[in-house]
T-cell receptor
Framework: DAGVIQSPRHEVTEMGQEVTLRCKPI?????LFWYRQTMMRGLELLIY????????DSGMPEDRFSAKMPNASFSTLKIQPSEPRDSAVYFC????????????FGQGTRLTVV | AQKITQTQPGMFVQEKEAVTLDCTYD???????LFWYKQPSSGEMIFLIY??????QNATEGRYSLNFQKARKSANLVISASQLGDSAMYFC????????????FGKGTRLHILP
């Protein structure tokens, strides 16, 4: 398996524009997580899905952020409108179920909003 | 609510010495897993080692071992014979087994190995 695949790897956009980050989890993994990493706040869990259903979106910072998982092999994280403070590295990760299974991470998307 | 605490923002260690990175956690779920990840300067997240709450023995993976003290709710990572390539950010994480399957991370410890 190719692992978790995220696209794009880098995104530079202007404030106010819509940004869509994409993720393809590992085949067979039931769980998908979206994290945001910044120097100030570390790795924050934004939202996670189980079998394509959002389970907990309490980490989504504002209504400008939304995430979908239309099928088991694809998820998107959308920011509309984007702001400079959204600049961060966004990671997608997937895992099998259970408290004893680790998450496998994608390479991340470095987002810069100017 | 589950919580992970890493109290060492940064550490400097001489090459070939052993390193202990601290991690404490809090959960009311008796079933959980603890994980350590390494993030080198290139940015990827690399899974290192895992410990289950019911495991009787401390986990080991090559030069990595996990010093699991359940009563103290600590899960420290020990790296033996450190190498220059161990310089990275290290994250402790926890996943509860019953009530909530989310994985949360500590703030991380930046480890610098000195030649």
């Amino acid at each position: 398996d190719a692992g978790v695949i995220q696209s794009p790897r880098h995104e530079v956009t202007e404030m106010g524009q819509e940004v869509t980050l994409r993720c393809k989890p590992i085949s067979g993994h039931d769980y998908l997580f979206w994290y945001r990493q910044t120097m100030m706040r570390g790795l924050e869990l934004l939202i996670y899905f189980n079998n394509n259903v959002p389970i907990d979106d309490s980490g989504m910072p504002e209504d400008r952020f939304s995430a979908k998982m239309p099928n088991a092999s694809f998820s998107t994280l959308k920011i509309q409108p984007s702001e400079p403070r959204d600049s961060a590295v966004y990671f997608c990760a997937s895992s099998l179920p259970g408290g004893y299974t680790e998450a496998f991470f994608g390479q991340g998307t470095r987002l810069t909003v100017v | 609510a589950q919580k992970i605490t890493q109290t060492q923002p940064g550490m400097f260690v001489q090459e070939k010495e052993a390193v202990t990175l601290d991690c404490t956690y809090d959960t009311s779920d008796p079933s959980y897993g603890l994980f350590w990840y390494k993030q080198p300067s290139s940015g990827e997240m690399i899974f290192l080692i895992y410990q289950g709450s019911y495991d009787q023995q401390n986990a080991t993976e090559g030069r990595y071992s996990l010093n699991f003290q359940k009563a103290r709710k600590s899960a420290n990572l020990v790296i033996s014979a450190s190498q220059l390539g161990d310089s990275a950010m290290y994250f402790c994480a926890m996943r509860e087994g019953r009530r909530d399957d989310k994985i949360i991370f500590g703030k991380g410890t930046r480890l610098h190995i000195l030649p």
